[in-house]
Structure formats: structure tokens, C-alpha cells
């Protein structure tokens, strides 16, 4: 049973894509949930309960992290990027690249999720092994494609540099 | 007058990227999730912790008095609904449907089952209300087992259903026939097989948004569902009795399906009737991942025993099969066909089998229902025939790959029946695929490997699986599959509308619809050549009863070869009017005119041609039409196919089994498909990779487990283990190419084809590491610790 | 205190819903004894680090604390430093970790932290965090343990260091008191340079431990010096195979003395868990195969 608890708020400066919120949060909502019902930034999807998954994948201040476990009044101060801001239509980034021209994607559920995860792993590792990138998609699901076409993916934005 | 057009480029073949990607690498992709309507409501549904109970009283009173509640209902709010359709029931037997109605009512028969609602301003409200919901239950006893509840004394679900029964069926000889033919057999074997339940797990839950019209007394309905207009019917004729104009249905991008996002849900009319109640305002439901594994279909739950019979050299002579197949709390949609017709009738597998039996039981339990997931029915199939041919190789000592060739089912033997109540098998060389795999993998080789490290004593064993398959796909004929026959409640036929419209530019609208599948490429492909106008210029409308014809949906491998010959029939439609267009444009008669790559003209005089461009203008603007043809370009089939397609294919898994742990490495994973003509390759390569995935996940890593009490064990992705990139190898392609004469593009269907033929070539691999051990069976999924124990229990 | 680095096993939940937690006071204080000062007052008060473990069980709504300590903003708790040994600040990230520089002497412990959850969790989870929860499945319980660490808590009463020998104390469970905070984690040089492994076979859903198991061997004179072999994931908390430490002592580390000490290590850890995944049978087997795989990698067989 949840009890009544006087609600405070919690007020937050949060950059997100390079536009700057200030929002008066509760302090319960998950930052997935700012992103997606503040800012109606819904490219981040949800999949699991359970931190599983990874379609909800961001960065946060450059780092992957998935934005269902980590509540909005941390992000407090924070620098945002989802897949909305990565890339555009004229300029996709190189794994977005990547993902459409090897075949990467199915539903396109997890897609998000995977492009922000396997971006942040290129920037640590620029010229990974095959081993290595399935490794560094340890949190991120996909039910589609099996995998091989997303590791391909990510070796095409690797290649492209 | 307008331009020449060069012949515009041929599509199909051409392994393009996909035109649906765009908005979906970018973010842009609409879920259901991603809706936004103003004053939207959102539920939260109060679930049974108990799998089966009474229900003695529910107290919504302290969540109607939380801030942000806006009403909150039981069942009995509801029953002016009727149960959900039962819309397939197994043919020829009687079968005991009992359906769930929107909200549980005096009892519960599942963990997870929604006994009340609430409705709330957003989702953490609805959540905390939910929860102060208070129910009072009085616990009854649980079963959970699909044999065990067929037995004496076993906790009785529903009084409709005595001894638990759904159903029992059974196909092929009769008793005392296959007992002689196993009685004469010279060789004989029996398996016991657990077809392990599956979870079926698309990334993105499932969810309606309905909103009524109050002015008209519409409905519109948003649903995650891979057969919008079939949901539309079922919904509109059978649970609420109201007219289908009445809804218009609508599914957004579909995160995934995999068979479990075809039925028939309690959300989608609760959803209605709760817009309805509050004047019309949008009423969002979505699960979370826990309500998705407690109560959307999961998949499998078979129980099986096996006799062989076969001649000393390695002939199958007889093949005896009995299954238990584990329905859930309640019949699901089409749950009775899974079991039955696309089980027991491909029972057969590639072979020529002379004597065939097949008795399945279906039961309720205290489980989430269990319906249609990838490949439904066949990969249990696939599984039993597989294992089966592996059996009858270990009790002759032939070769696994002589025992499969042996008994294959020849090139000019097609159209084959197998005698089992299956449509004829349309064309195939399994021979072929057999071979071509053996020679790309290196068998030869590998089977030397494998015996030189026993006899070395090394700790890594080598294991080498096949699986030669067969699967049933571009369902069906509808005299066939329906109630006549093997009972589907309806007709299984696909619809397309090309429009080519002033500018030439191009609608094709389509009853099937994508859930991942490429669906806007692979059509506009297919539609491009036929009528020869630009790719760029065709768009493929799809997913809205409103603006598309009706079609029974995307499953069974079904959309190319059913939907995709409804496009095709509907472009020669159009090409027929463009020919008669083009003649009098051209001043010639019909018959002296040809079509080619989008131009008509006279024969023999090609430079002077009219262009469909033109013709579509002449069409529209009707200003100089030949008599009596009506104006525009506009065509419609609604297509009925003659025949199931039959894909076919040999896959070779080479494993590693480590004999002090049991843990084991996948080495090498090949696969040869004959899914007919391929329209796009990049395409059918990534069905075929995704169904593999799929399909070894049963093999090595996943397996619903519910305990005693009913309750669910692998209730979130913590516990349950679908794949990861870790866990999977990579697949090498390659195909043979048998046209199916069935459709007109000669393509025989990839979507499931993967699945069906991954799981027993894993677990054939895994028993072949062990079976110089003495190991003949090893229940799935194969982990660690099951082939660790099956090793010391044989030593 | 509840709080940590990873995602926890999760308990069979009744037909319920996640995703959404239950409401509750924030506070952001911006020193350690600020928090400690909170916690002290308001027993139903939790901290909240990396929030990898309070989270999802926040969501699942098996945790619903009253008040949040975010402890994610105080300077001075993360970072690595030499002196002697390492200490690692109680806030810093299992990323931080892997990418540190000065933990040459201790390879085990990339090794192992690499392991952890994934590159996301890894990237906000953290070492304070994952021995304050002590999660039976944790992999940084058994490193620290198999490396003597002891850890640095500050409560009202003042700092105080506590082996993790003493940490772990049962199921979810230390022995600090719930208005103590980590601060830092400290491996002293007992081990440094000396011959370490960490062996795991991860749950295939979860990435957790099913077994996990680290080991750090001292030679001197060709033998064995002393020896510490931690497991996890098999008993309720991580814990010290003592029996088969002694076994190695005084031996040279060769397969010999590896598969007579491996025999024995199950013999301390109690009685072991089991899952739908693996028995407890199983584990014990794995232990041992894990025991024996760690100390052949450790001498380079």
C-alpha cells in the first residue's frame, strides 16, 4: 500500500538535444518518463521493468545509461542526449548510418536504444572486434534480428569513423 | 504531353534497404505508446496474486478516493460483454471453449488474472491505485501440468471443461494399424519430449487506446496487433454486438509480435467500454513487462511421447505420437489450430512416412494461455520428426545424414501428401538443401573432429546437429482452414487496392501489415516491376480498417504469398485497363498492343508508346475514355490461395560441450533456406537470422517455469533468457531455390522458417556431444546443468 | 541501508505491475554528514548512489522508503588512489574503475568489473553501493573479499574500517548500522602483483553470478604463501572458501594442489542456493570447477 506523502518537488535544469528545461519534477518520475511525457521526446521507449532491456538507453553527460533507472531529480544539472539529437535526416550519425544500411533493424522497437548504446561504445572503442561490440551490447535486447545485422551495423560506423 | 520515362530499374532481387527505416532509426517511429490524445486516461488493472481462487469481494473504495482516480470497475460492470471469440477451434471434435470476458468474474484461473480497473490521470497514478484496490480471495488448488491435469483428481478449471479437457484429437491410422506397423517394425525407439513453454517476448508489451465518439457512437481503437481488421470483427460481431462500421481499428509501429500480438485481448474492449462509461474521453492501456509474461500468450507447452519404428537400415516405417498440449487458464484466440492442424498434419516432416499416427490432448491449467508463437505448431513438429530421425540413426547406426536421406520425400513426387489430413506438399528438393549444407559445412570433417577428440579424451566435445525441414506457410485456402474443415472460424484469404493516381504516383492499400517485416519495401518492390513505375512512386498503405480492405493479418509466413499475390493480382488488373487505355490512346486495337516496364505501345513499334504515367492521366481526367470503361486506375482482388506454400531447408549446428561443466560454446551455426523466389534478400536474411535466434534460445536458454502454486518463476527478463548478442553465433547463409507453383512469384515464405528448423538442429547437436556417453535424451532448454547431469546419470 | 550497483535478483512478484514507483521525499545533501544526519533522524530513509539496485527494486514496488539520501552529488567520494594499496571512492562507477589508472597490482579487479551488469549499469552502478547491498550474486563481493579489502563507513558516531571478512553478514545483509555510509574501499598491498583470477559463469538472462569465484594467490620460494578464494553466487552472500586456502598454503600452485584445493571449496560455504536456472547441486559443482579454473588461470596453466 502506497501512503499519502505531502508531495514535494523537485525543481531541475536538464539540457537535453542542446535545448535547455527547467521542470518542477516529482521526485518518484523516472527520467524515461521526463523525457517522454514532459518533453514528448518518445523516440526512448520502455521494454522492461527490469533495467533489462536497454530500449531506453541515453546519454547522460556522454555516458550510456538507461533512463528507467535513474530518476529525473539526478539528472539534475545534467547534459541529455537522445536518439531525437544524435543525428538528423540529412546528416544521420554513422551506427543511425549504419543501422539502415545493413539491415540492423526490424520492428524498431530496441533500434533506439541500440544506435545511443553502440554510439557511446564507439567512442571508448573506435575500432572494436566482433567479441567485443556483442559484449557491449550485454544491455540491449533485441527479438528481431538475431544480432548479426546490428554487429554489422556497428562495424560499418566503425569503418566510417 | 509528357516526358518519356526511362524504364525504371528492376526491383525485385535487390537486396535494398528498407524505406521504413528512416523514422525508425531517428526516434520517429509511432508506437502506441508514443500517442498522445488530449484527455487521455490511464488504467491500472488489479491482477490476481492467486492462480486459481474465488473471488468473495473486491473494495474499490480507497482507490476512488485517491486524487487523480477518476472511476474504477469490476467485472460485473461488464457483462454486457460477451467472453472473448473463441475464433479457432480444432475441426471434426468437439471442443470446450471457454473464453475470458474483460475482467474476472466470481473466480480466477490465473496469476496475473484482471479482476478490476481503475482509471486514472496518468500512469503512476493508476499504479498506485491499483494497488489500494482490496480483494478478497479464497485460494483453490492449483494445477499447472498439461498431463497431469488431464488426470483423476485433478484441480477442475471450468465446469465446461470436465477432467480439464479441451480438446482431443488425432489424425492419421488407426490405433491398430500403427501398433501392427510398430510390431513389424525391425527396429524400434521411443523419446519422451517436453516442448518446453516459451515466453513470446517482442520488445514492446502490448496496448490499446480506444476513444468513443459520443456524436456518432464510433469507436476508434489503437491496438498493437498484427490483425487489425480481424480484431475489428471479433470485437464488433462477438463481444459487443454492434456493427464492425461501428470501430475503426488502427495499429501504430508494432514493436515486434511473434504469433503473441494476433488474439484477441481483454484491453482492447475494456479500453471501448470504459471510453464509452466516461463520456469519451482516450483510455490508454499498456503493459509493463510483468503483465506482458503473466498474461499476453505465451507459446509451446508440449508433452510428448514418441514410438519409431524403422527397418534395420535406417527406413522409417512407423511413427506413433502422443501429445499433451497445455492450453492455459482458457481457450485464446486460435488457440485449438496450433496443436492440432499445423502440428499433428506436419508431423511428417520431409519423410515419407507409410504409417502415421497422432493423438493430442488438449488441457486447461492454472497458466497464462498459451496460443500462436513463431512458427505455431510446426517447430513442436519439426522438433518430435528431428529428434526422431536422430533416434532412428543412433538405434541402426546410420548416419544421421544417410537416415534423413533415406527417407526423403523426392523432387518429382510433388504435389506429395502425407497422409496425415495436410494440404499437398507444392514442390521442394530436400535432397538438394541436405547435400549443399553437408558440403558448405564440411561434415565429413567435422564428424572425423568429433571422434578424434573422444577418442583423444579431450575435454571439449564436439557435437554436430541437423534439422531437415519442412514448414506449412501462406495460409490457407479457405474451404480448406475453415469451419468445413479444420475449423478457422472465417475465411484466410489477403486483399490489396492499387490506385494510380493522376500524377502517376501510386497507393497499393493491403490487409497485411508490418510488425518488422518490411512490408512498405518488399510490396513496393513487387509492385514496381509488374507495373513499371518508379519505386519512389508506390507507397504502401497498410494497418487501418478505415483506409485499407479487409485482411485477415500478418502471421504463418503469409504476407508475401498471400497478400503480396493479391498485389500482384491486382497490378495485372491494372495493366489490363492500361493495355485497353494505352490501345486507344494509340489508336490500335487491344490486341496489337503490348505492356513492358510501364509502357504501352504497338507491337513491334516500341518508341512510340504511351507511358502508365500518361495513361493514368488519360484515366483520370476521363476527358477521352474508350466506350463504356469507367474513369481512374483503381483495382481490388481479394485473393483466396489454392494451396500452402512449403519452405524447406537443412541446418547444420556444430556445438561444444564441456564434459567437466557442461557449458557449451556454439561453433558453428549453417543454414541452407529454400523460401522459393526472394523478392529482397536483405530482408528474408534478416527473418532467417531473427528466427534462428529465436529458435536456438529454445534449444539452449529459454523455458517459461510456473511452481506448484502457480505462480509465475520467470516473470521478467532477469529471469527469463531470451538471447543476447553474446549468446548467439554467427549464421552463415546460403539457399537452394525451388519456385512455388502455388502463387505467381513463386515464393513459398521466410518468416518462420528460421525458428522451425534452429531448435532441433541445437538440440540434435547438444545430444550428438553426449551421446557416446550413453546420452539419448536431454529435455530443453539444454542448459549446463541438464546436459552436466544427463552426462553423469548415463556414466 | 539498501542501495547499490546492479539490478537485483528479482523475487517472484504476484501478478503485479512495475515500472512505476511509489512516492517519496528527495533530499540531495551535499556532504556526508549532512546525509548521515538525515539517515539518523528518519529511519525510514535510504541512500541512494548509483541507484542500479534501489531502482528497479523501487519499481517493482518491493522498496518503497520514505525518503531518498542522493548521495550522487557530494564531492570527494569517488576516485581511485595509490598508497601502499588502492582506495576506491565508495561513489565511484564500475566505469571508473575499468578505466583507472594505478590498479596494475590488482588486475583481478578490471577483470572481474568488466563483468558487471553491462555497459550501462557499469556506467552509473557503484563499488559503495555494491557491498553496501551485498546482493548474493554481486561480483565485486567476492573480488574484494579474495583481495582482504576492508571498507571505510562514516555514521553519527564517527568513521570507522571494516573488513569486508565482517562486512557480509547474511542474505542482503552487512553489518553497518542504517545511518552508516560507505565512503570508500580500501585493497591493501597484502596481494599486490601476486597471482589472481576471477571465474564466472553468469546467469544467461540476468548476467549475474550464478557462481562466481576470486582468487588470490602469494607465492614465495616457489610456494604457496597464503591464498584467499572468495565465492559468490552459490552461498547467501559471498564468502571465503577457507578449506581450500589452507589446502594451498605451503604447496607450489600446480595442478595438483589446485584440483586438491578446488575438492574443497564448497566445504565453508553453507548451504547453497538454488534457482529454476541451477540447482544447488550444481552450483557446488561449478564452485569447484570455477575454483580450480580461477587458480590454473591465477598460475598461468
Known sequence: MSTAVAQSVVPVDI?????????????????????RETLGLTGTHVGCDTSSCGACTIHLDGNAVKSCTVFTAQADGSTIMTIEGIGTEEHLHPVQEGFWEEHGLQCGYCTPGMIMAAAAFLETNPDPTEAEIRHALEGNLCRCTGYQNIVKAIQYAAKKG | MVASIDAPEKMIGKAIKRREDPRLISGAGQFIDDLRLPGMLHLGLVRSPYAHAKIKSIDLSPALAMPGVVAAYTGDDFMDLNPLPAAWQAGGVKNNAVTPRVL???????????????????????????????????????????KKAAEAGAPQLHEEAPNNIVLEWSCGKDVDAIDHALADAEVTSSLHIINQRLIPTPIEPRGSIARYDPGTGDYTLWITSQAPHVMRLLIAAFVMGIPEQKIRTISPDIGGGFGSKIFCYY???????????????????????????VSTTHGRDHITDVEVGATRDGKITALKVQTWANIGAYFSTIAAGIPTTLYGRMISGCY????????VTATYTNTAMVDAYRGAGRPEAAYVIERVCDAVAAATGVDPAEVRRKNFIQPEDFPYDTGVGMLPYDSGNYEGALDKALAQVGYQELRAEQKRRIDAGEQKLLGIGLSSYVEVCGVAPSKWIGLP?????????ESANIRVQLTGKTVITTGSLP????????????????????YDDIQIKHSDSLGT???FGSYGSRSLTVGGTAIYKSTDKIIDKVKKLGAHMLEASEQDVEFEDGKVFVKGSPDAAKTIQEIALAAHVAYDLPEGMEPFLDETTYYDPPNCTFPFGTHVCVVEVDKESGEIDLVKYLAVDDVGNVINPLIVGGQLHGGIAQGLAQALYEGACYDDDGQLLTGSLTDYAIPKARQVPWYELDSTVTPSPVNPMGAK??????????????????????RHLGVDNIQMPMTPERIWVAMNESN | MLDAAEPPAIPTRKGEQGVYPTQFEYVRPSSVDEAIAILAADPDAKVLAGGHSLIPAMKLRLAAPGTIVDIGKIDGLSGVSINGGVTIGAMTTYRAIVDASGLDGFPVVQAATKQVGDPSVRNRGTIGGSLAHNDPAADLTAVMLALNASVTAKGPKGERTVPVDDLFVGLLTTSLESDEIITSVSIPDDFAGAKQAYMKHPHPASGYAVVGVAVAVKEKDGKVESARIAVTGAPDHAKRATSAENALVGKALDADSIAAAAALATDDLGELNGDVYASPEYRAHLVKVLTKRALSQAAGL
Open chain 2, 485 to 493: 474443415g479444420e475449423g478457422w472460424g472465417a475465411g484466410l484469404w
Open chain 2, 267 to 293: 484491453d482492447m474492449p475494456l479500453t471501448m467500454a470504459i471510453s464509452k462509461k466516461l463520456g469519451g474521453r482516450p483510455i490508454k492501456f499498456f503493459e509493463d513487462r510483468m503483465e506482458n509474461y
Open chain 2, 549 to 551: 480492405p479487409f485482411g
Open chain 2, 515 to 534: 510488425h518488422g517485416q518490411g512490408h512498405e519495401t518488399t510490396f513496393a518492390q513487387l509492385a514496381s516491376d509488374k507495373l513499371g513505375i518508379p
Open chain 2, 352 to 359: 515419407k512416412i507409410p504409417n502415421i499416427r497422432v493423438d
Open chain 2, 749 to 770: 515464405g521466410a518468416g518462420e522458417a528460421g525458428t522451425i528448423a534452429s531448435t532441433p538442429a541445437v538440440a540434435n547437436a547438444v545430444v550428438d556431444a553426449v
Open chain 2, 104 to 146: 474476472a468474474v466470481n473466480e480466477v484461473h490465473l496469476a496475473g488474472d484482471p479482476v478490476a480497473v481503475v482509471v486514472a490521470e496518468d500512469q503512476y497514478l493508476a499504479r498506485d491505485a491499483a494497488q489500494a484496490v482490496v480483494v478478497d480471495y479464497e485460494p483453490l488448488p492449483v494445477v499447472v501440468d498439461g
Open chain 1, 15 to 35: 539540457t537535453v538535444n542542446g535545448v535547455e528545461h527547467h521542470a518542477e519534477v516529482e521526485p518518484r518520475q523516472l527520467l524515461v518518463h521526463f523525457l
